[in-house]
């Protein structure tokens, strides 16, 4: 339940080549590891998809949330298991060794699981100045069974150290054992921790509180095993019984790697390498199981293997009492899949009506194919952006009114506002209903009826997604602090006074920082745009067939590659040429770009937005010329965009991008007086920018508890 949860960030992509190294390497056994967030991503698209993908391969496979604290984890970790074998092996994960005695969960045995102060005993308290550096243990002997199983050879382990925590030093000290951020007064907390003290996650279970409001720094209690081990942890994480968080290797004893474990890199690198390691002594337990199982059921003689055919032969989602509707969901969907008296699979005719509380009713998933699927899936997030149904529906309503195709717009979206995408409020798009919508049936009706679809609710998605994103980064994109840019003002001393300079400085610096994350939004955002309307695809340098003339081991990397009437163009997208193009030198890269792609069989097109002349332009030009390239500018760029891509996408992009751009444009040399204030008042505080006779309002955090806009808020492992 941590992190973003962004469905299409990469890391998600990886369940794809596990699945892939499965199918090459066909062994007897696997376990696939993954957060209990994979149990409702994207309505349990991602365990069926997984289930159907295991049993294709011929394995028969169980799925289960477990507790490694039941196990003899000193903390209590909640992951989903899949584990399967290809030999027809019925199996059940191995019983409980240990009982939790923590909040939620209490296995069948007598033995308790181990303690946070067990687990850490005979580290020293006080920790070394870097992680680097290694400690003598605080005694000789080992204190306890689990230090004596986790100690190295003296003089003793690295990674004992701390990070730097003087920002919270006072509310450390005034947390009790068991205590977090919501226990302190309220003029304690950051604002960061205020602004989400109260959310809930919508998916999370009615009596685990999966998912809720974040409880910032917690003081553990050492008679109990710890909470799970996060990438922040020894951020968010309080020694029991000191005033500071835990150490790394406090971090990693809880995860079980033994002292001689030594991890590469800088402190947060090896953060993460812990908090998102499947624990040894996990691995340990599953694999002997795994051995005796295999080994018990004869799977090495020959025919045997046939006591139960592929596919889901089990699962248990939560012990929990109930469910959310999430996982009500995904428990319909995989009782629909399960193995019934040696059947693989119940027929569509009898799935159960529960199912169609999924995201999309059963036949209208059914009908919605893998493209679709993601398509609507990618659509839906980025970074700490994600729409809602109703949004997006929204969303295409603004399409579909622009693009003529008002009978296809949901009665309850037709209140579109006047003017055009970029004048309708962000907070018509985001208001809330009640009314059930079926997103997927609308999908499908669009596709059917608008040309080029799924062309253009990939565009549409992306656009609003940065729009929404930006006004994040414009409301909590922090001031920039004098240890920040008073090195840099030395140049500019003297000339003006002091507090003038300091307010100079500071203004520019934060001016530059928005300006910079735009240029990230817009660099990112408008040539995948254009790459989609063209039909084409970007390539990577190293996934490139347009490869160096001089070396052709080596790949170009491509904005655009697209195949029209049997040639091969590859396409460069530029906003503008400046005088001081490739302002690091590499002027010589770009010109040598149309040579590589002519010597590659492709033919190189360069398209430019702003056709203001200028030698750099020229050159560029000449370049691609050369090289039997074409060249388009200005209009021209839109021209040949309307040619290949179709009435709607030309339309589309005419609305959306060439106009608006073009109206800013027509307005460049009207400069009006820019005013900035800093404001503080019962409100809170904000920026106040005028320009001209113009005046708007961008609420602010206070400079110490701005929050991250990119990063995620707290553990980055993704389902």
């Excluded at 995989?334 to 040696?342: M, S, V």
């Excluded at 309708?424 to 669009?446: A, H, K, M, N």
């Excluded at 840019?485 to 030395?490: F, I, N, S």
Aim: charged share 25%.
């Amino acid at each position: 339940m941590a992190g973003a949860r962004v469905h299409s960030d990469p890391r998600n992509h990886l369940v794809f080549s596990y699945l892939e190294v499965v199918s090459r390497l066909r062994p007897s056994w696997f376990l696939f590891e993954n957060v209990e967030g994979i149990l409702t991503s994207g309505g349990g698209d991602a365990i069926v998809g997984l289930a159907e993908k295991f049993t294709e391969l011929g394995y028969s496979f169980r799925v289960d949330k477990v507790n490694f604290a039941q196990w003899g984890m000193p903390q209590a970790r909640k992951r989903v298991l899949i584990v399967g074998n290809r030999h027809g092996i019925n199996c059940h994960l191995p019983e409980a060794t240990h009982s939790f005695d923590g909040k939620k969960h209490r296995g069948s045995t007598g033995v308790g699981s181990v303690t946070l102060g067990e687990a850490i005993a005979g580290l020293p308290p006080v920790p070394a100045a870097s992680h680097l550096q290694c400690v003598a243990y605080a005694a000789d002997a080992p204190v306890t069974d689990y230090d004596a199983r986790m100690r190295t050879r003296p003089p003793g382990p690295r990674a004992h150290a701390v990070v730097k925590f003087d920002r919270d030093a006072e509310r450390i000290k005034l947390l009790k054992p068991g205590q977090s951020l919501r226990n302190l007064p309220e003029e304690l907390w950051p604002e960061s921790f205020r602004s989400r003290a109260f959310r809930r996650v919508t998916d999370g279970m009615p009596t685990e509180k999966r998912g809720g409001a974040p409880a910032g720094i917690r003081r553990l209690d050492a008679d109990h095993a710890s909470l799970t081990i996060t990438s922040f942890s020894p951020r968010e994480l309080i020694h029991p019984g000191l005033d500071r968080p835990l150490s790394l290797r406090e971090c990693a004893r809880l995860q079980s790697f033994p002292d001689s474990h030594d991890f590469q890199g800088g402190f947060q690198a090896v953060a993460t390498q812990i908090g998102n390691a499947f624990p040894p002594l996990v691995a340990g337990v599953l694999a002997r199981w795994m051995q005796a199982t295999h080994e018990g059921a004869g799977a090495d003689t020959a025919g045997v293997g046939k006591s139960v055919p592929p596919g889901l032969i089990g699962y248990r989602l939560t012990e929990a009492l109930g469910m959310s509707p999430a996982l009500q969901a995904t428990d319909a969907r995989l009782k629909a899949i399960i193995q019934t008296n040696g059947h693989t699979r119940m027929p569509p005719s009898k799935r159960p009506k529960a199912q169609q509380q999924s995201l999309f009713g059963a036949e209208e998933y059914a009908r919605l194919g893998p493209e679709d699927r993601k398509t609507i899936a990618d659509g839906r997030n980025l970074g700490p952006i994600s729409m809602s149904d109703r949004e997006m529906g929204r969303l295409v309503a603004v399409v579909l009114r622009d693009l003529a195709h008002h009978t296809l717009i949901p009665a309850w979206a037709r209140d579109i506002p006047d003017g055009n995408y970029y004048n309708v409020p962000i907070g018509w798009f985001t208001r809330d209903e009640t009314r059930p919508f079926d997103f997927g049936s609308f999908f499908l009706t669009c596709r059917k009826e608008v040309e080029n679809f799924r062309v253009i609710f990939r565009c549409i998605t992306k656009l609003h997604r940065h729009r929404r994103k930006y006004e994040v980064i414009l409301r909590t994109q922090p001031l920039p602090t004098m240890e920040q840019v008073a090195r840099r003002g030395l140049l500019e001393y003297g000339i003006v006074p002091v507090e003038a300079l300091a307010s100079w400085l500071t203004w520019r610096k934060w001016v530059y920082d928005i300006d910079n994350r735009s240029a990230q939004e817009t660099g990112y955002l408008f040539e995948p745009m254009l790459t989609e309307s063209l039909g084409g695809r970007s390539v990577s340098a190293k996934a490139s067939p347009v490869k160096r003339a001089e070396d052709s081991s080596k790949g170009r990397q491509v904005d655009c590659i697209v195949e029209v009437g049997g040639e091969k163009i590859a396409y460069e997208f530029k906003d503008r040429i400046t005088i001081a193009a490739s302002g690091q030198g590499r002027f010589s890269e770009e010109l040598a770009f149309p040579r590589d792609c002519a010597a590659s069989g492709f033919t190189p097109v360069l398209m430019v937005m702003d056709p203001t002349p200028n030698p750099k332009l020229t050159a560029i030009t000449k370049a691609f010329q050369d090289a039997g390239g074409r060249v388009f500018l200005g209009d021209e760029v839109w021209i040949h965009l309307s040619e290949l891509s179709g009435v709607e996408i030309a339309t589309f992009v005419k609305r959306y991008i060439k106009d608006p751009i073009e109206s800013i444009a027509v307005r460049e040399r009207q400069l009006l007086d820019l005013g900035l204030r800093y404001r503080t008042d019962v409100s809170g505080d904000s920026v106040e920018i005028t320009i001209g006779t113009h005046t708007w309002v961008i609420p602010r955090p206070q400079r110490d508890d701005a929050v991250a806009v990119d990063g995620e808020e707290e553990d980055t492992e993704e389902a």
